[in-house]
Structures are given as C-alpha cells and as structure tokens.
C-alpha cells in the first residue's frame, strides 16, 4: 500500500494555492459548457486540466554549497548579456551580468530565490505587455523588481511580465530572508525572469539551455574570475 501510496505522490503534484481560484473557474466553465453541448465539455476538461498543470507546484532538490546563484525560474535560458540593472533596483549605476529566462505558458510559473539572503528592496513598476522574449522589455515591461543580499554583494531579480502575463504575485516583503529555492512569487501565464550578478561572477549556464527553478544553476558568485564582458544589452 504504501508503494502505491508514493507512486500517486509522484503523479499527482502538487498545485499552488494561487492556481485555485482559476481551477474552480474552469470547472464551472466546463460543466456549463457540457450542458450547452457535450464536445465543449471536453473542451473545457482540456482547459481545466491544463489551468491545474500551469499551477504547479512540484517539490525541488536545490544546490546549497556558498556562492551559487540558482535559476528563479524554469524556462529556457533566452539570453546571458551585459547591462547596467535598471533605476528601480538602487544598485550602482555599472554593468553587471543579466541572464534571462523566458517562460512560456507551460513551464512552471512558481518562482524561486535565487540565493540565500535578505530582501533590502522590493519595487513594483507599471508598464507594457510586450512580448517578454524582447529585449527591451527589461525596461518597458510592467515588473516586480527585489533587490537580494547575500553576504556582501547584492543581485537584482525582475518579474517581468509578457504578453499573456497580466498578474506578477508577491509572497515576500522588504527585510524578509529567504533560503536558496525558497519562493518568493508567481507571474500568470508566460513571462521572464532578470536575474543580474557581478561581472566577477562566473556563469555556468548557455545561451537556449533549460532552466528549472531552484536547481539549475545560473552562477557562481565565488570563482574570483576576471570581469568578463558578454553582448552588451
């Protein structure tokens, strides 16, 4: 029994809390299109299945040695480049490392601290709903942006929304701490990640490589590299 027991664990994963309201939106949908028309019923057990795979929530293993800085979020590595980090982030005016992972609207949209440290800015910014794979929607995108430190240095982290994105979610607050892994937000339905670290930092990662969040690692704040410039953005 208890082997059966953990073989449905393993299946069945668990849904964040976030995703419920829309999971009972889209069963009352589908029961109502059902009694319209039989195949929309289906049509909307398709939606409500998809709506509880978008919400997921499943367990991480995340790498906890000093110094790496692991992906927010899962997606695909969309771009490693060199840019100033933008106003909001209160971090010195010069360029860091910025690497960016897109979601699309079936990657798992729970995001993850990147580090362990303390939050010492959060700021939330209005703006566009353009396709977040652009480069310029660093800047013209609405967007969450914390500010993370670790021992002595300080990485930014932006929630970036997309074209279907239309809600970044904020589990954390200012002076809040939080564990390498730990999650600290949510952005519905595709959308990007910023994350920028010091030049020193050595990356790890490839342009077009897949993410998953809390586990991939992006960096290594510790390997006492030289600055190395990549494409400027």
């Not at 010069?94 to 729970?110: A, G, K, L, Y």
Request: charged content about 20%; some cysteine.
């Amino acid at each position: 029994m208890s082997d059966i027991l953990e073989s449905m664990r393993r299946i069945f994963v668990p849904i964040h809390k976030e995703g419920y309201p829309f999971i009972l939106i889209a069963l009352i949908a589908t029961i109502l299109l059902a009694m319209l028309w039989s195949p929309l019923g289906w049509i909307g057990t398709i939606l409500t299945v998809w709506v509880c795979y978008f919400f997921r929530d499943p367990p991480r293993v995340t790498p906890i040695r000093e110094g790496l800085v692991v992906s927010p979020a899962d997606g695909r590595v969309s771009l490693i480049t060199t840019a100033v980090p933008p106003a909001e982030l209160d971090l010195p005016h010069e360029p860091m490392t910025r690497i960016s992972v897109f979601m699309n609207v079936f990657d798992c949209h729970v995001n993850r601290s990147p580090v362990t440290g303390r939050i010492v800015q959060i700021l939330y910014t209005p703006g566009l709903f353009l396709n977040a794979e652009l480069d310029k929607a660093s800047e013209d995108n609405e967007r969450n942006a914390l500010v993370i430190e670790t021992g002595e240095t300080r990485i930014g982290v932006v929630q970036i929304a997309g074209l279907v994105a239309r809600r970044i979610v904020s589990f954390v607050k200012t002076g809040d701490s939080l564990s390498t892994g730990e999650r600290f937000g949510l952005i519905r339905f595709g959308s990007r990640l910023d994350v920028y670290v010091p030049l020193t930092a050595q990356v790890l990662v490839g342009l077009g490589q897949t993410s998953v969040a809390g586990e991939t690692v992006l960096a290594d704040l510790t390997a006492n590299e030289p600055a190395r410039q990549h494409r400027v953005g």
